[in-house]
């Protein structure tokens, strides 16, 4: 037996549900509810970003309702257009195979195992013939899609829009139709595209969806989304140090947003300690070291996120060398040439890289800085270098 139906945890922290009156009587008639999320696998981890709209599938799982989540791996090799100014680079089929098998084991860091469906969308889409594709056009005019604001900033800016691109949100309609979903979620940029699922589903004579959405997660740069594009993400399957790290390196300005968008905590503590960043009685510090332990603890445990914490400050409090510091075999001749060193060993993209990074000053051996790059073999061997403020190598002699 389904729990009895917990509307205000359904609809916390949400951007918006169409049609706003819809989803209390249709949770009210008793049914369990299938609620699709559809994901594009063009990149190889489950980010902050995606786990904000994944946990609110989890909170309908958590009430007895079917969790519908759609690896696009058709929709993939399509590109979703949302919030683009141009077209997109299309992914090859093992491109994005690759992506959907690395992010599979991940979902288990967010989701329940029950109740959940993962579906591929080329179960579908890959075998529609051109009679059903040319039905799936009828379904909206171009003057419809034109109103995307999208799509009309660029057909007002005389940017290129494919046809392709046109498909991908009646595309996305009819996985609405394949998986019957009654609510599908997705992130504020994506409501446009869930509304049209509505209008797909009434055209093959299915009762239409409820949208919902989700703010969308700024990255840690505090600009712009997290994304795996821009590499100002983090992982929910990241170190459990790398994650606390991350965090606490964000802008203050995101804690408010973080707060509600990437932890559990109960809203009255998140007003609690919001309010007290504005008037300025919890310090903004003590403040993002509560983010970072309740986004630690969330995907690992609390016990890890008390060992990340500890490390962080051996390292950034105390100054000192942390203990699993990987090691590497120190290599032939002296001296040794630091830039090639740097390259070999990872801490650094490229000779140049690794040369701009020793003349910042960001190059240390044994705590102390390397402006030099010849350096004696003696003064390497057993010596931990170290690049930037996390990496580090224990040279073995």
């Known amino acids: 037996m389904a729990p009895s139906p917990d509307l205000p945890r359904l609809l916390r922290r949400t951007d918006t549900v169409r049609p706003a009156d819809e989803l209390a009587p249709r949770l009210a008639e008793g049914k369990k509810l299938r609620v699709k999320l559809g994901l594009d696998p063009t990149a190889p981890a489950v980010t902050l970003g995606w786990a904000v709209v994944l946990r609110k599938l989890r909170d309908f799982q958590e009430q007895g309702h079917t969790a519908v989540l759609i690896l696009g791996d058709f929709t993939a090799q399509v590109g979703d257009p949302s919030q683009k100014s141009e077209t997109r680079r299309r992914l090859s089929a093992e491109e994005v195979r690759g992506h959907a098998q690395a992010v599979l084991t991940q979902f288990e860091k967010v989701l329940l195992p029950e109740p959940l469906e993962i579906r591929y969308n080329s ?24 109103e995307r604001g999208d799509f009309a900033k660029r057909f007002e800016s005389n940017s290129p829009i494919s046809v392709m691109e046109f498909m991908y949100p009646l595309l996305q309609g009819y996985d609405s139709v394949a998986v019957e979903a009654d609510v599908e979620l997705g992130g504020s940029d994506q409501l446009w595209n869930l509304m049209m699922g509505r209008v797909v589903q009434e055209r093959f004579g299915q009762r239409p969806q409820i949208a919902m ?71 903004p510090g003590e403040a993002k070291r509560l983010l970072a332990r309740s986004v630690t603890g969330l995907y690992w445990s609390d016990e890890a996120a008390a060992e990340a914490e500890a490390a962080f400050d051996r390292l950034f409090r105390d100054h000192e060398i942390p203990e699993d510091v990987e090691d590497a075999a120190l290599p032939a001749g002296d001296p040794i040439h630091l830039p090639s060193l740097l390259r070999d060993l990872g801490l650094a993209t490229s000779g140049s890289e690794a040369r701009r990074l020793i003349e910042q000053g960001a190059v240390k051996i044994n705590g102390q800085k390397v402006l030099s790059e010849q350096v004696v073999r003696s003064d390497l061997a057993g010596a931990v270098v170290q690049v930037g403020k996390r990496r580090f190598v224990k040279l073995l002699a």
């Open 123 to 146: 179960e579908w889409l890959g075998s529609l013939d051109m009679t059903q594709v040319l039905e799936l056009t009828s379904t909206a005019t171009v003057a419809q899609l034109l």
């Open 213 to 283: 959405t989700m703010p969308l997660l700024l990255g840690t740069d505090g600009a712009q989304k997290m994304s795996q594009s821009l590499n100002n993400y983090i992982g929910v399957t990241d170190p459990p140090g790398e994650v606390f790290g991350k965090v606490m390196s964000i802008p203050d300005a995101l804690m408010p947003q973080w707060l509600r968008l990437a932890t559990e905590l109960p809203d009255p503590e998140v007003d609690r300690v919001v309010a007290g960043i504005e008037k300025g009685t919890i310090h």
